[in-house]
């Protein structure tokens, strides 16, 4: 069988493409000519350039393929051009469903994210229900809504997409690194002296390579499927990354009131006066306003999803980190 990968050279990208290497398919991968292409060193797959807002590369990208992961995505919390993220995620989406449907493709899996499942807390949140546009902050997290709401309509006229929602993933191949990443980078290296009162749900990144490949494999055309594992709170994780690495947790807990006033300040200093991506990305902050916590059975008993220990993808990361130079 194979496969075009769209975001190979990314963080799931990358640890998906390995996975279905393993797993003997034969993998085109979709790859931007600017694009850092070192996660795909020393790997078997074939390499075509291509762009997704490039609707004639995706034509040929996924000619001669019986199934489509599009995991590429714009995941950024702040971007000095908003329209760009939009056009990636949104409209890029859109032409890969399309340049699928046109190909004949068997099935389509569609990388979306956490930031689309509504929640309620106390509630864990589910598949059953979809967040509002007024509910997600920040470009990423809009353009993410908007994409899996046209992944939606493309269903319901015949594309064969099956929707996974990937939580926080921890692990190996963070290249960039990722929002997600950059938690282990700065706590390594020193920068994160304090902390805000919010939860998250973590996963092994390898898990959610599996996932994808699961989806494939058992997913019903038209589900949504949460690709998580443990709920954690922030500072819960903090400590963990102490414990692996002998060194101390942030003992200060910043009220969101005060961090939402230094996210205003970061953003318009940094950001609008510098144009340089903020330390403090307001969307960020405004996510942590609520607790992300979910409900992950559906995609372990559907999918058999993976849960490997939380240390062991974080032990994983520090390595890989450390191994490169981020700290």
Not at 29 to 47: A, I, K, T
């Amino acid at each position: 069988m194979r496969a075009l990968v769209t975001g190979g050279t990314g963080f799931i990208g990358a640890n998906l493409v390995r996975e279905l290497l393993v797993q003997g398919m034969e993998v085109r991968v979709l790859v931007r000519e600017r694009s850092d292409q070192g996660n795909l060193d020393g790997l078997p797959v074939e390499q075509v350039l291509g762009d997704l807002t490039d609707r004639f590369s995706l034509d040929c990208a996924v000619a001669g393929c019986e199934v489509v992961f599009h995991a590429a995505a714009s995941y950024v919390f702040w971007s000095r051009n908003p329209a760009a993220v939009y056009a990636v995620n949104v409209q890029g989406t859109v032409n890969v469903l399309e340049a699928a449907m046109e190909a004949g493709v068997r099935k389509i899996v569609y990388t979306s994210t956490e930031s689309t499942i509504g929640i309620d807390p106390p509630a864990l949140g589910t598949e059953d229900r979809t967040a509002t546009m007024e509910e997600v902050a920040g470009d990423y997290k809009q353009s993410k809504l908007q994409a899996e709401q046209k992944v939606v309509e493309y269903i319901e006229h015949g594309a064969p997409v099956v929707i996974v929602n990937p939580t926080m993933p921890i692990g190996p191949w963070d290249i960039k690194p990722t929002p997600s990443g950059q938690v282990v980078v700065d706590f390594l290296n020193g920068k994160m002296p304090a902390y805000v009162n919010t939860g998250l749900n973590i996963i092994d990144v390898r898990d959610v390579a599996k996932g994808h490949a699961l989806a494939l494999e058992k997913g019903h055309v038209g589900e949504r499927y949460i690709l998580g594992h443990r709920n954690l709170t922030l500072q819960q994780l903090l400590e963990m990354l102490a414990r692996l690495t002998q060194r101390k947790a942030p003992r200060i807990r910043i009220p969101i009131g005060i961090a939402l006033a230094a996210g205003y300040v970061d953003e318009t200093v940094r950001g609008r006066l510098f144009g340089v991506p903020p330390r403090i990305p307001l969307a960020a902050v405004r996510t942590a306003r609520k607790f992300r916590h979910f409900d992950c059975s559906k995609a372990i008993t559907a999918l058999g999803l993976p849960q490997s220990p939380i240390e062991d993808a974080l032990r994983t990361a520090i390595a890989w980190f450390q191994a490169r130079g981020y700290a």
